[in-house]
């Protein structure tokens, strides 16, 4: 249980519900004000609010309405109760979610017209037959009325069995915790908590140009999650469209892009249609090049899946497939409007998954967080372990730091550390999948894994970084049993196809390559004047033949 948020809980939810009855309890209970919205609007127009209704109609109901929840919501924290129609206004939807915690009390239609059966004072219910109004309210409202922060179903409970189910949820509400990224002209959050699938309605619909999306899945996250997904986005009326591709890297081929493309073009798709990529960092990458080339640029949200995706390909913006020459060389940048990082979706990880995606997190102390590495050092192991707290904490602490990095630098362009920093151990990672074919046999993370290893013995025979820095992180990698020698992956390497693979580099400027070294432990930087003379050797040493 959490402790109950200081902000004014807002009660949604059909006439008859119980808004009023059960918030008066709510607020006695956790020793708040108590605020009845109809009550305020009858006491600001001087009449009640049947006879606003009868002599300026509901238009201007609404609008007072709007004005009274505005003001309450910039007082202090209240226990709120409002009419049934006041969530439907957009400006009063998002001054809520700015200031209060929304809570829907929702219950089946006959349970409703038992209460109001007999009641006066409900205009709309005055024009017809009350099932049919509720039926037909109920149709258009709920859709809205599941963008709450929390629903709370109700039955024939009474009022304070009611309450201590409201109690209940309010105590174990966590709001997900959230990493902004401000980019120049665009900016998005990536939220990251427990169970942000479940509710991913909730979290889009707000933001979304358009109800309506593509989702872009692989055939084995599909039965893991992509039920929870639909469900979650149905809820709020959103329409989708659900297209899957295999699973693994083969599907980050052009071929692979080039069926997908024209199956998300036969959906009939618009302008404002967003292309959602629900899996790991092949479904991320493909399909946000996927919405970076379709229509010159669709909306793109990320819901990676995987504690690699999460820390990695999720925050940024680069997306796109690999070629027969390297991995990701066609591709752009196309940053998404939303990140969900449900860490719920990391229980069903095997280790070695975890291990990928933990490299990444290692990665970023490495670069420029000496104090996130030593949270590594301490807490790796519940990482590893799958220690939920622990997942989240870490996905946190390396999404922060991406985006600053991200922030100052988003397209790569600055002429000495900046984005390029994040490819620490990628250029001989990389090099070692071109070489083993990205058939699975060796994860990216993996691969970075060692290429952090090298990158540092690479510093330290260069003369940058001390030999104790070295022995640092060999050791943190050896205690949680990380991938960190070229011997361990039982090939047969050349250090001169694993030269070549790396002169294929993206970071390839004026025929040289770009290393990214290290001057300690958090303090990397880009060199463009290393020999590739010391590499061979380094590649030699660590079992490569010539």
Request: hydrophobic share 40%; with cysteine.
């Amino acid at each position: 249980m959490h402790r109950i948020p200081q902000r004014t809980i807002v009660l949604i939810g059909m006439m008859g519900v119980g808004k009023t009855t059960i918030g008066r309890r709510l607020a006695q209970l956790l020793g708040r004000r108590f605020v009845d919205a109809d009550a305020e609007i009858e006491r600001a127009a001087g009449c009640s609010i049947t006879e606003i209704f009868e002599r300026h109609g509901e238009a201007f109901f609404r609008n007072g309405e709007r004005r009274v929840i505005t003001r309450l919501m910039d007082g202090p924290p209240c226990v709120l109760a409002t009419g049934g129609g006041a969530w439907m206004n957009k400006e009063t939807r998002s001054r809520i979610r700015q200031r209060g915690l929304s809570v829907w009390l929702r219950a089946p239609i006959p349970v409703l017209l038992k209460r109001v059966h007999g009641r006066h004072g409900r205009p709309l219910l005055a024009t017809g037959n009350p099932y049919d109004i509720l039926s037909r309210l109920a149709e258009e409202r709920h859709p809205l009325y599941a963008e709450a922060d929390l629903i709370v179903d109700c039955g024939d409970e009474t009022v304070e069995q009611g309450v201590d189910k409201l109690h209940e949820a309010l105590a174990a509400w966590q709001p997900p915790e959230k990493v902004h990224v401000a980019l120049n002209n665009h900016a998005y959050d990536v939220l990251i908590g427990k169970d942000l699938i479940d509710r991913a309605g909730r979290w889009l619909a707000p933001l979304l140009p358009q109800k309506r999306v593509v989702i872009i899945t692989d055939e084995h996250v599909a039965t893991l999650h992509l039920p929870r997904l639909e469900r979650a986005l149905a809820e709020t009326n959103i329409r989708f469209d659900t297209l899957q591709v295999p699973r693994g890297e083969g599907s980050k081929s052009f071929s692979c892009y080039s069926d997908l493309m024209n199956r998300v073009l036969a959906l009939g798709i618009e302008r404002h249609t967003t292309i959602v990529a629900l899996g790991g960092g092949v479904v991320g990458d493909l399909a946000g090049f996927i919405a970076a080339t379709a229509l010159r640029g669709l909306p793109f949200v990320q819901i990676p899946t995987t504690l690699l995706s999460q820390v990695d390909s999720s925050v940024g913006g680069k997306t796109g497939i690999n070629a027969p020459a390297g991995k990701n060389l066609i591709g752009a940048f196309h940053q998404p409007i939303a990140v969900l990082a449900d860490s719920s979706t990391l229980a069903t990880l095997p280790r070695r998954e975890r291990v990928a995606g933990y490299a990444e997190i290692l990665k970023a102390g490495l670069i420029g967080d000496p104090d996130l590495f030593a949270w590594c050092e301490a807490h790796g192991a519940d990482v590893l372990d799958g220690n939920p707290q622990a997942l989240t904490e870490a996905v946190r602490r390396a999404c922060a730091f991406k985006a600053k990095v991200v922030t100052q630098d988003e397209r790569e362009t600055a002429s000495q550390n900046g984005r390029a920093l994040l490819n620490l151990g990628h250029t001989f990672g990389h090099a070692l999948e071109a070489e083993m074919g990205y058939d699975g046999r060796l994860l990216h993370g993996e691969a970075v894994s060692i290429g952090l290893q090298m990158a540092m013995k690479l510093s330290v025979e260069l003369g940058y970084a001390k030999e104790t820095d070295l022995e640092r992180l060999d050791k943190h990698l050896t205690q949680l049993d990380m991938p960190k020698s070229i011997r361990r992956l039982g090939n047969h390497f050349s250090a001169t196809t694993l030269i070549e693979n790396m002169m294929r580099d993206k970071k390839m400027k004026d025929g040289k390559l770009t290393f990214i070294l290290l001057r300690g432990i958090g303090k990397a930087f880009t060199n463009r004047d290393v020999e590739l003379g010391p590499v061979r050797v380094l590649l030699e040493d660590a079992g490569c033949a010539p």
